[in-house]
């Protein structure tokens, strides 16, 4: 008697599960009124974003409508919308941010 050395049954790898949590993209919105600078120093502030770098993003809001400003977590997407949205209205600017799913 001899053993079968092909069993294929035993040696079926097991799928590795490489899932990554969903990511969130957060958009900075353009409107008519909120003053550039301001807008550049939210980019600066809450997104971490250098001078210059802030400057574009800032541009292409203005010229395009929209930009994007970061890719987060749920939870951090989250809170980086309500801050912006509450620091802008806080002091009297409509700069809204929303946030889509990657
Ligand atoms: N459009 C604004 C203006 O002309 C400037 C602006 C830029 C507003 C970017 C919002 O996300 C924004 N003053």
């Not at 997104?47 to 802030?54: D, I, N, S």
């Not at 809170?79 to 889509?100: D, F, I, R, W």
């Amino acid at each position: 008697h001899e053993w079968n050395n092909d069993n294929e049954y035993a040696v079926a790898p097991a799928k590795p599960d490489l899932k990554q949590p969903p990511k969130y993209r957060v958009i900075m919105l353009n409107d008519d009124y909120t003053p550039m600078d301001f807008v550049i120093e939210v980019l600066e502030n809450l997104f971490g974003m250098g001078r210059e770098r802030a400057t574009r993003t800032m541009l292409q809001v203005h010229t395009e409508g929209s930009a994007l400003c970061g890719i987060f977590t749920y939870e951090i997407a989250e809170a980086k919308v309500e801050q912006v949205n509450s620091y802008s209205q806080s002091h009297g600017h409509p700069l809204q941010c929303t946030m889509e799913e990657e």
